[in-house]
Every structure is written in C-alpha cells, then in structure tokens.
C-alpha cells in the first residue's frame, strides 16, 4: 500500500477543565475530560520514491518546519531507521483543513496524532499504541489522548488518561472567529490555579444521575478567555439560552451538549450568520482505532 486518503483527525471538546496547581516547571496541573466528535480536519498520505516529508498543502502562518505534522512524521520517521537501520520511504500529506487555529478543538494535535497512526501503519513500523503516545506527548499534551483513541479522564498536564464513559450527545459548536492564544490564558493572574481535584467516579456519578444536559465542573480557563476575547463571552451567553454552554479547552470556540440531532439542528438554524457554527455527534472511539 503507497496511499491512504481521507484519513480523518477529529476535533475534541473539554467536557470540563480544572486547573489545580502548577509544577515548579511551571506547567499547569489539569483535569479535564475529552471527548471527541464526528466533525475535523482529513490527511491524505502519499509515500514518495525519495525520503523526503512533503506537506502539499499550504496553510497560512504554518511554516513546515514548525508543523506538527512534520515534526511528527519527521520523529517516527527517525524512529523507525535507529529501530530497523533503515530510512523509511518520505511521504507527501496533504490537508484538508477544517478546525480553527486557536479554536479549543485540538486540531493540530489530532493531525499530529492520525500521521503517527498512519505513518505507523503504511511504514509498517510495528510501533504500540503508548510508544505512540509517548513519542506524541513531547510535541503536544493532547496529542496522547487522540492515539489513545476513546474519551478519556485526563489528569497531570493531560497525559495520564484513563478511559471513561460519556454521553451518546449531539453538540452544537460556535467559532467566535478569534484565535485564543493558548500561553496568553495560562499566564493570566486572574487564572484559577486551585480548583479542587475531582476523581473520576465523582464524573461517572454525575453522568449517570444528571438532571437533563447540564455538565459536570466548569472551564476554568472561560473567565480569563472571555475576559481578553468579548467574542468569546458573547458566544457563550448566546448559546446558553438552550442549555449549559462553555467554552472548550483554552479557546474559542464554545459547545453545548444536546439529546438529539434534531434539537441541534434546530439550534443551529438560529445562530446569528456572524459566527461559523456546526453540529457534531460524540464520537467514543476514534476512527482509526483499528490501525493500532
């Protein structure tokens, strides 16, 4: 096999995001939740009859040397000839890009995340699900979970997962149409760094015993976001009229959970034309599961 397409990379939503400390490193201790939906970006990949790895899409205000797509593939790729003292054959990638920069939703981490399942597989590189994740974790916290590939508990600075049930939803998702700087939220004095820890059966109890759609714990990285970004805060006040709105990861984009396609459908047909907004089903598996 020389190609797979349409290799898809799902966006992911903070189901809920508590900040409890920091390390002496100066990286945030977190809880959160992930949870991945049926709406993202899809790679296509080409290997090529030199080494080189080609991205043939261009993606404005992403250099290819500071993509985590190639720095990904380019990592496995080493990987693979200290491994078997051969350079495996280069690849083109192309993307269609669909998630926002600085949206909340992982995208770069989940593209990162599907080229190390790919590479894996069409390099036959016999790599496990963790020494993916692990050799993910350095480029992005997020980029473990999407390998891991089901909604997860997350705790540390999101790479100790666990798995854990979530709800068979539908969401409805605005983009504010401005890009959160994800470093700007985490120095703000005005963070809450002592959220007290959660454990994952308090979750497990709240879903079972939930009075209709509200979410569990909070974001607490929302306050800080929508104090910088009033898009962001108008967002969530407007979504909020039709459930329990918030904001998904450090920003901008902003989520509510919904019973059925229907009902999102329904909500969706009454958000303002200034914002970009789509409907997405809860995935519980990633797509390429499979392939590990």
Not at 206 to 235: I, M, S, W, Y
Request: glycine share 8%; aromatic share 8%.
């Amino acid at each position: 096999m020389t190609s797979l397409k349409h290799c898809p990379a799902p966006a992911k939503l903070n189901l809920f995001l508590h900040v409890n400390g920091r390390r002496p490193d100066g990286y945030h201790l977190l809880q959160t939740v992930f949870q991945m939906v049926d709406h993202g970006d899809s790679l296509d990949f080409t290997l090529r009859d030199d080494e080189q790895i080609v991205r043939v899409t261009e993606l404005a205000g992403v250099p290819q040397e500071r993509d985590l797509i190639i720095r990904a593939a380019r990592l496995l790729q080493a990987e693979v000839q200290r491994r078997t003292g051969r350079l495996p054959r280069g690849v083109d990638i192309a993307i269609h890009k669909v998630l926002p920069m600085g949206g909340g939703l992982g995208g770069g981490s989940s593209d990162a995340a599907t080229t190390l399942m790919v590479l894996n597989h069409l390099w036959q590189a016999g790599l496990s699900r963790e020494e993916l994740m692990a050799m993910g974790l350095p480029l992005g916290a997020d980029i473990p979970f999407f390998i891991f590939g089901q909604t997860a508990f997350a705790e540390g600075v999101g790479e100790a997962l666990q798995p854990v049930q979530a709800a068979d939803c539908w969401y409805v998702v605005i983009e504010p149409g401005v890009e959160v700087p994800t470093a700007a939220i985490f120095s703000s004095e005005h963070l809450t760094r002592d959220t007290p820890v959660v454990i994952i059966t308090d979750f497990s109890s709240h879903l079972e015993n939930r009075n209709g759609f509200k979410e569990f714990g909070k974001n607490d990285l929302q306050q800080v976001a929508t104090q910088l970004f009033p898009p962001v805060a108008e967002a969530v006040a407007w979504l909020a009229a039709y459930g329990d709105a918030r904001m998904t990861g450090s920003g901008a984009c902003v989520f509510c959970a919904l019973a059925s396609e229907a009902e999102a459908e329904s909500v969706l047909k009454q958000v303002p034309a200034k914002w970009q907004a789509w409907k997405a089903k809860a995935l519980h598996h990633h797509p390429l599961n499979a392939m590990l």
